[in-house]
């Protein structure tokens, strides 16, 4: 069975955040996936990280730490260094329950020309406390440029070849960097929804998304906005009601909890 069990990169970029860099990177290696390459991409941190990351180095595939441009920066040297058969990355707060990654591996195996996965999330705070599931719906293109990128970013997984295709992630991103690729890998192949639990991802007042929010929201529009009709603003807004209005029935229908 290991002998088919796909190569999973994961890249953890990170900056400062020894808080929660071990619980992370403990999530990742205590899965024992014997075909894993856990890639650690440091920012140049001086509170720590470093030495903890050392801890786990001889686990680690490749690890650094060094003054980058931010965290897609990060993310693209990481993706640039992986040779996984599937690929994702796992920020350096959240992480991944403890089955993710075989149940992910079983998943590209028994689909084989699937080429994108994403499972469903648990919000969680800073001392990691239950805030809120995110149970997901099917990808539905109306509803993710009408309503919003619901897409939950860690439990999401791709294989090599979709991620070379579109070019891989784009630097002129900052915060919105999943929404674009998501939306790129959605040109050339489907992307499927696994419901079952695959990553939990804080939410507290120091976390980047949750600091810069109106620019993140900014960002997220402008990408949407290349794929939306010159329309009214009226049009727009009922179309987005619209999608909004399918995005609750779905996840009703689904048993999906808000």
């Known amino acids: 069975m290991i002998n088919t069990l796909p190569k999973i990169s994961v890249i953890t970029p990170s900056l400062n ?3 929660y860099l071990e619980a992370t990177i403990r999530s990742v290696l205590d ?13 140049g941190s001086d509170d720590g990280s470093v030495e903890l990351i050392k801890e786990y180095s001889d686990r680690l595939a490749y690890w650094i730490s060094e ?9 693209i040297k ?4 992986a040779t996984g058969d ?26 084989p020309q699937w080429q994108v996965v994403y499972g469903d999330g648990l919000w969680i705070d800073a001392k990691g406390r239950p805030i809120e599931p995110k149970k997901e719906i099917g990808f539905n293109r109306f509803i993710w440029l009408y309503d919003h990128n619901y897409i939950p970013q860690p439990a999401t997984f791709w294989r090599r070849g979709i991620y070379e295709q579109v ?5 002129e991103w900052n915060l919105a960097m999943d929404a674009d690729l998501w939306i790129r890998f ?11 639990m695959w990553a939990l991802a804080r939410y507290y007042p120091e976390q980047k998304n949750y600091r810069l929010r109106d620019r993140s929201n900014e960002e997220d529009a402008l990408i949407r906005s290349r794929y939306l009709p010159f329309e009214s603003l009226g049009r727009r807004r009922v179309k987005r009601a619209a999608a909004r209005g399918l995005r609750v029935a779905l996840k009703t229908v689904r048993g999906a909890s808000w």
């Open 17 to 19: 955040q020894a808080r």
């Open 31 to 43: 899965q024992e996936y014997p075909n894993l390459e856990y890639i650690i991409i440091d920012g």
């Open 67 to 75: 003054p980058d441009e931010g965290q897609t920066d990060a993310l």
């Open 78 to 81: 990481g993706f640039d260094r």
């Open 86 to 111: 599937v690929m994702a990355w796992l920020n350096s707060d959240d992480l991944y329950y403890t089955h993710t990654l075989y149940e992910v591996a079983e998943t590209f195996v028994r689909n």
């Open 167 to 171: 070019g891989g992630l784009s630097a």
């Open 186 to 196: 959605a040109e050339h192949t489907t992307l499927h929804h696994i419901p079952r």
